[in-house]
């Protein structure tokens, strides 16, 4: 089949565009061709059909999302659905050429028709996938129900219609049960859940020349240890809760470092978790952009690929709130490094059950907690029988293998 995978941004380390890699990588090992559309590409998508306004950051798309969501929402709803559809009807003619250009015999839809960060973009494909009568897979990582953000709007009806659109040519696809369970209560639509997944198959790569000089270039000093926040810069993700563990270490020089940016949601967050770090004594240092997906140059600078940070991390923390499925998890697993874990809602439902062993937090920091990272930093060795259990249940439930199979049964559902 022809398949084409259909995106507000499909490039760097946010969870979307990092599984959808993998869903192409296993759709094209299963002898499909897969082709990307998006309004930022890059990495394995980098030559796919560029749509500017697909992008939530693009202005014209910015500011609409500005009028129809906060305490200060539009008070003429009217005249904001109007604009709305009107640039859903200037986004459908490349869209359009998008899927027959490339005789698409099926879309997959990432994350667009779940979460309103790109509104035109969500009537144009409901109207589009009606239109055409295209086999579609709309792959749902969050929906608008589980952000704060968007609970305060001027446009209820048309999120309740098409986030997520309701179509009998549309297979609904959810990351984690808690989300399939909701979005059957809420809307009546069954949907399929297929975990995120990792290629446990594999053995994750190591030590190189490239990588060798990891530390010295990121400023870790010879003797200090290597704590990770493998996350962005946002409040779910309880990045002051990390902050508090490396206070609590007695360490040197206490360094947390965080390997994503944070252009999405602003600095507030940021300017808050720099004044908390400084009361306790603790630095943070930002990664990005000399750390991304893939290893490459800026100017003279190397940039390293977040595989390469993993493997010359000490200890992961994970802190988060709330995760829709939680990719970080799964890369620590896979580099078989030790885990601080909060027990996020979705962690308990899916992850925890499976009989993983990591350091746990129960929403707030313990002495437990704490004595057991502080050990696994001093003996590294003694983790290693904890790290090949954790590997072995994650490549028997999240593998390429276990995405495959979950495939092939929703290609046929068609």
Known sequence: MRIGFISTRLSGMDGVSLEVEKWAK?????????YFCAGELGGYAKDGTRIPTLHFAHHTIHALSQRAFGPEASKNPQALYDEIYEHADEIRKPLRKFIRSNKLNLIIVQ????????????ICLTGLIAELGIDTIAHHHDFFWERERYQANAIMDLLDTTFPAKLPNIRHVVINTIAQKRLKERRGIDSVYIPNVLDFDTPAPGLDDYNADLRQALGVEKGDYFILQPTRVIPRKGIETAIELLH??????????????????????????????????????????????????????????????????????????????????????????????????????????????F??????????????????????????????????IAKENFSFGVLEKNLRELLRSF
């Not at 296993?26 to 897969?34: P, R, S, Y």
């Not at 979460?115 to 969500?122: C, D």
Request: glycine share 4%; proline share 5%; charged share 25%.
């Open 359 to 392: 350091i746990e937090l129960d929403g707030f920091l313990n002495e437990e907690a704490v004595g057991k990272a502080r050990s696994v930093l001093r003996d590294p060795k003694a983790y290693r029988e904890t790290a090949e259990k954790n590997y072995a």
């Open 26 to 34: 296993v759709l094209q090992q299963m002898g499909h061709e897969v």
């Open 111 to 122: 994350n667009a028709l779940t979460i309103p960060m790109n509104l035109p973009l969500g």
């Open 248 to 357: 609590n270490l007695d360490l040197k020089h206490p360094t947390l470092y965080i390997s994503h940016n944070m252009i999405d949601e602003g600095k507030t967050y940021l300017n808050w978790l720099e004044r908390e770090a400084h009361v306790m004594d603790v630095s943070i240092k930002l990664l990005h952009p000399f750390v991304d997906a893939e290893r490459s140059q800026i100017n003279s600078h190397k940039v390293y690929s977040l595989w390469d940070v993993y493997l010359q991390t000490d200890l992961v923390t994970y802190p988060s709130t709330y995760e829709g499925f939680g990719n970080a998890l799964l890369e620590c697993v896979y580099f078989k490094k030790p885990l601080v874990v909060n027990r996020y809602p979705v962690y308990n439902a899916d992850i925890r059950p499976l009989g993983f062993d």
